[in-house]
């Protein structure tokens, strides 16, 4: 099975969408000049959404959001559904990242229901999971990890469950200059997969991309991509730089 190696920058709240574009266009002709096999795509913030996707148009580089709500529309103030993420061009969206999870009540639960609705919308989910430093040195990282991916999948089939992405992002380190060593990674990347595996079957486990995120940078971006189950990166600090963002797809 080879699965595309597929690389997401997660933009944050970071850049004004002039500013969003501007990353876009860099990255729109770096990729027009070389263009690389694996599949990329940029997350920008909700007011930056309508100007990069002008950007992307005919370039083959995906748009992503950073978070949903499960509900179509509706009386919920300062919510975005997926219907309006996609009248803009969104085709991905990340859910239930661990800044989400930390800050904001997201839960189990609450992404489960937005990766039933993203799938409902059409959208590809990109379902984070990863444990805390407390949780890594408790030794219950895969305890936390299948509580969340079983959480996340609960209701999903099979076939739905082929659409998501997995981004693996060990909450240590994200935004921490600390990255999982290749083996850390490949260890729980592969957890996750027999995890799959045992929700479902072997095929499905094997087609389902698992991204790793936390720190990753165009330095250790291609010992962590060469590990068989880590099929791509979920990018955040590097990601804001065009030269660092394109150095990872180059290293992939
Ligand atoms: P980082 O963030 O690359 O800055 O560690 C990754 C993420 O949170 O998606």
Same mark, same amino acid.
């Given at each position: 099975?080879?699965?595309?190696i597929?690389?997401?920058?997660? $933009?944050?709240?970071?850049?004004?969408?002039?500013?969003?574009?501007?990353?876009? !266009?860099e990255?729109?002709?770096a990729l027009?000049?070389?263009?690389?096999?694996n599949?990329?795509?940029?997350?920008?913030?909700?007011?930056?959404?309508?100007?990069?996707s002008?950007?992307?148009?005919?370039?083959?580089?995906?748009?992503?959001?950073? @978070?949903?709500? $499960?509900?179509?529309? =509706?009386?919920?103030?300062?919510?975005i559904?997926?219907?309006l993420?996609k009248?803009?061009?969104?085709t991905?969206?990340?859910?239930?990242h661990?800044e989400?999870?930390?800050y904001?009540?997201?839960? @189990?639960?609450?992404?489960?229901?937005?990766?039933? !609705?993203?799938?409902?919308? =059409?959208?590809?989910?990109?379902?984070?999971?990863?444990?805390?430093?407390?949780?890594?040195?408790?030794n219950?990282?895969?305890?936390?990890?299948?509580?969340?991916?079983?959480?996340?999948?609960?209701?999903?089939s099979?076939?739905?469950?082929? !659409?998501?992405?997995?981004?693996?992002?060990?909450? $240590?380190?994200?935004?921490?200059?600390?990255?999982?060593?290749?083996?850390?990674?490949?260890?729980?990347?592969?957890?996750?997969?027999?995890l799959?595996?045992?929700?479902? @079957?072997?095929?499905?486990?094997?087609s389902?991309?698992?991204q790793?995120?936390?720190?990753?940078?165009p330095?250790?971006?291609?010992?962590?991509?060469?590990q068989?189950?880590v099929?791509?990166?979920?990018?955040?600090?590097?990601?804001?730089?065009?030269?660092a963002?394109?150095?990872?797809?180059?290293?992939?």
């Amino acid at each position: 099975m080879t699965r595309r190696i597929i690389i997401a920058g997660n $933009w944050k709240m970071h850049k004004t969408a002039e500013e969003s574009a501007t990353l876009a !266009k860099e990255i729109v002709a770096a990729l027009k000049a070389a263009p690389s096999a694996n599949e990329v795509v940029v997350c920008p913030t909700y007011v930056a959404l309508d100007r990069v996707s002008s950007v992307l148009a005919g370039s083959g580089i995906a748009l992503g959001a950073q @978070d949903m709500h $499960w509900e179509n529309q =509706g009386a919920f103030t300062g919510m975005i559904s997926g219907d309006l993420l996609k009248a803009v061009g969104v085709t991905y969206v990340i859910l239930g990242h661990s800044e989400q999870r930390a800050y904001f009540g997201e839960t @189990d639960a609450t992404v489960n229901k937005k990766v039933i !609705k993203a799938l409902a919308d =059409g959208l590809s989910p990109i379902v984070c999971v990863g444990e805390t430093l407390e949780e890594r040195e408790g030794n219950i990282t895969e305890k936390v990890v299948e509580t969340q991916l079983r959480g996340a999948y609960a209701d999903i089939s099979a076939a739905d469950a082929r !659409k998501t992405v997995v981004a693996y992002e060990p909450v $240590w380190a994200i935004g921490t200059g600390r990255t999982a060593t290749s083996q850390q990674a490949q260890d729980v990347h592969k957890y996750i997969r027999g995890l799959l595996a045992s929700i479902y @079957d072997a095929a499905t486990a094997e087609s389902v991309r698992i991204q790793y995120g936390g720190s990753m940078k165009p330095e250790n971006a291609a010992e962590l991509l060469a590990q068989p189950d880590v099929d791509g990166g979920l990018i955040g600090g590097a990601a804001l730089k065009a030269d660092a963002f394109l150095g990872i797809i180059g290293a992939a």
